[in-house]
Each structure stands twice: as C-alpha cells, then as structure tokens.
C-alpha cells in the first residue's frame, strides 16, 4: 500500500520527489485512491481508536453537520471545573483592549506555557474523536484561552471562527471549536450564543445578520458546546451579577496557520510537560510529507 509509510517522520532529501509521487499521486497527477481511502479509514475508526461510543460520535456528527453545533452536557464532572478555575483565576490579569475581545472580559493566551489544568479539555476523548471525522490527521490546536465574561458585558460582534481564512464561504470548515462551560451557562451570564445553521451561508455582511436567530448554548458546568469554524456566533450579553467563566479550544486542518504562534508562545520545556497527543495538537507533529517539518524530519525529535 503506502510503502513509504513507515519513513512517514522523514521528508526531503535525496529521492524526496520519488517517494511523494509514489505516495501521493497517479502518473496524471490525481492523488491516489489508496491515500483517500486511508484517510477515510482514520477517520472511520475514530471512536474505536479514542475509546468511545462509535454511535455517540456518530449521532454527534449528524447533528453537528445539519446544525452547525452541538451541546454535549455534562461531558466532565463540576469538580474538575472547579478546579480549573481555581487554577485559571489567579492567571486573568487584563480585561479585553477591543470590542471582539470585550472590555468587560478577561482572556488568558498562552495557556499552556502558564497551567497545565486545561490540557484534558484539549485532548479530551469525544472531542479528538470528532475532530478526527472532520480534518485530516495531525490536525492542529490553533488556540487556547480561558474567558471569563463579568457582569454588565455587552454582546461580543458576531464572527465565524475560521474568518480570517480568506476563502469565499460556503465552504467546509477549516477549523472547530470547543467551549467549555467552566461555570453554569445561563439566558443571562453571558451564554455563548449561535445561529443554528449559519455554518452553510454563504458570504454575509454582519450588518444584515438577523440577531434573533441567535440561540444562548444554556447548559450546566463541565458541559461542552462544538462547533464548526462556519457557524456564527459570539459570546452573550452578561446582564447578571456573577461572571461567567469558559474555557475554549480552537482546532484547525493540519494545512491551516494556528492563530496562537505556538512555536513561540510554548517553550520546548513546557511542551516535553504534555501529552504526546498534546504536543501533536501544538505542532510537534506533521502532515506528511512536507508541512511542519524540521531540518527534513518530523519535529517530535525536538522533543527526544
Ligand atoms: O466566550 C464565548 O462564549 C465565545 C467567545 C468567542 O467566540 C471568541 O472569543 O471567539
């Protein structure tokens, strides 16, 4: 099948252009059955290889396809949101500089290279196993933050969260999203808000988005709203006293720019302190055989 599997780390070289063609395509250049049927089959396999229930991700699958999201309750237990809170608190020191960041919200970037407590939200099971049905393997962790959006907010701008890739939509998602409801998510705390649906528009002018379309993602702490990088949303209004805490994960194709500069942001120490999966997710990891490569080899050595 694909002989050059096995040397799947390496790229460049001497014969580099040997093994692509090999691998990746026909004489007349279409890519080779064999690739896009072991591509479908990672991503067939998915729950058996992530250990969960093949009809779960299935059943979430098509719900995430016809509306764009889903609401997976109660997908970890209130205490460990409780104790990633603890930990995230003491790291929200500034509250938003723009409108879409929200001046009465505060944000933590670079999560990683400051706590390590939100990396079983990252690489949570049921979440990789969706993500594994939607992108091609090795896809990526684009970015990572805790929001916390304290009383008297307003609605952040409506936005897609795969926008920035300048590519005419309706299109497939680039990227995913995952938000965690750290603390209980209600009509009024700021609930994250959603258009069913709006994954399949075409271009729009936020200007002529209809607002009340828009759905609160109401559900109890340790729950998880997914969606695709094509829905709108934002996050909503907090017309209520207490702040309302999420954690969120961006994910992208293995072929997609990350938002957060992870090369940079997450030092080589901090990285060897995660998951393999983990690091994968930040880059230590390559989509064969010539995007993310080091020195012509897959950039999980660095970690050695
Ligand atoms: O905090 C939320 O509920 C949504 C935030 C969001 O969509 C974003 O900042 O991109």
């Known amino acids: 099948m694909l002989e050059a599997r096995g040397t799947g780390s390496e790229t460049g070289g001497p014969g580099r252009n040997a093994v692509t063609e090999r691998v990746y395509t026909n004489p007349d250049g279409t890519v080779k059955a064999e690739l896009a049927a072991e591509r479908r089959a990672a991503a067939s396999d998915a729950a058996e290889r992530r250990n969960v229930d ?11 396809h016809g509306e764009g999201y889903v609401i997976v309750p109660e997908l ?164 209520s006293d207490a702040s309302r805490m999420a954690a969120t994960a961006q994910y992208c194709e293995p072929w997609a720019r990350q938002q957060e500069n992870y090369s940079l942001a997450i030092s080589r120490q901090r990285a060897r302190l995660c998951s393999e999966t983990v690091q994968g997710l930040l880059g230590y990891s390559m989509l064969f055989p010539f995007i993310g490569f080091v020195n012509g080899r897959d950039p999980k050595r660095l970690l050695a």
């Open 76 to 239: 970890l237990p209130r205490e460990d949101m409780e104790r990633i809170k603890a930990e995230a608190l003491p790291l929200l020191h500034f509250e938003g500089r723009t409108e879409f960041e929200g001046f009465r919200t505060r944000r933590v970037y670079s999560v990683i290279e400051k706590t390590l407590a939100l990396n079983p939200l990252v690489e949570h099971p049921l979440i990789l196993a969706l993500l594994d049905r939607l992108f091609m393997p090795n896809y990526l962790l684009s970015q990572l933050q805790a929001i916390d959006v304290l009383p008297g907010e307003v609605r952040q701008p409506l936005h897609h969260d795969d926008g920035f890739y300048p590519i005419p939509r309706p299109r497939p998602p680039i990227g995913a999203a995952v938000i965690w409801a750290i603390d209980d998510f209600t009509q009024d705390n700021g609930a994250t808000q959603l258009i069913p649906k709006s994954h399949l528009w075409g271009d729009v002018q936020v200007a002529d988005i209809d607002t009340d379309a828009l759905v609160p993602a109401v559900m109890p702490s340790g729950s998880a709203v997914f969606f695709l990088g094509t829905l709108w949303h934002c996050a909503g209004p907090n017309r």
């Open 54 to 64: 093949r009809e779960l991700v299935d059943a979430l699958m098509r719900a995430l």
